[in-house]
Structure formats: C-alpha cells, structure tokens
C-alpha cells in the first residue's frame, strides 16, 4: 500500500511541475515580441536612366505590462544610374530627380562645372517611428537634367 501512495505521489509532484513548466511557458510567449522585416526592391527603367529603390524595415508588436506597443525602424536607398556613356553626359551641368511612395519621398539636385565622373548618381534615409512602405506600392520617379526630362516607375521586383 506504501509503494502504491509512493507512486501515486510521485506522479501527482511530477504532473503539477509540468502545468507549473506549460504556464510558464505561455507568459513569456505572450510578452515576447512579434518582429516582421520588410525587406524590398523596387525597379524600373526609361529611356535614358534606371533606378532601384531598396527598402528595409523592421516592424515590432510587443507587450509591455499588458499595453501592446507597436514601433518600426526603416532605411531606404535610392540608386539612379544614367543608361548611357560618361560621354553623353559631359555637357550636364545640373540634374534634378525625385523619387515619391505613398507615403514619402525624396529629391536631389546636383549641379557640375565640370563634367560628371560617375554614372550612378544615390540618395539614403532612414527613419524611426515614420510610415512604412509597401511591398505592392508603385514609386513614382522624375529626372530632369539640363533641358531633358523624364518620368517612369518602380515596381517590387519580388510580386
């Protein structure tokens, strides 16, 4: 009868630590953070240039004391790269483009007494808290260089 009570008791002691382990468990699933990357490539070409917007971002829910709090962190680089020669280029003394999202957008100018040494002309930002882009959005791009213009889009290269 001992050994029995014996056995009972221990298998009561050992079921009671595991809910003791599942519940645990549970709380600190329940606190620990969500984290989503956002992690896309947007391209798109004219006649005379090509442009690549590469977007990251970092989205995380959370739970702090039983608020949920939400925050993300993103970084954008816009790389616009002229089709032709550094020749053809050499008369440019002043380029303008611009690059817009749903939510944001970017311009840059740059004005040469000397002709251009590179063809791939970037822009670079960053944000903290700011809206987030899409990975369906279409980035609408505009580049004007001496009497010359023109518009295209990006697209996400992934969809």
Known sequence: MKKILTLLFTILVLTACTEVTKNEITKEEINKDKVTNNNYKFIGESEHWKAEYSYKGTETWGNNDGTKTYSNKDSYEFILKYKGSLEELSSMQKLEYSFKTLTSSGEATEEFTDPPKELIFTS?????????????????????WDEFEESFELYNKNK
Request: charged share 35%; glycine share 14%; no cysteine.
């Open 124 to 144: 670079k930002g960053s944000s903290e808290g700011g809206a987030k882009v899409n990975e369906d959005e279409v980035i609408q791009v505009n580049v004007k």
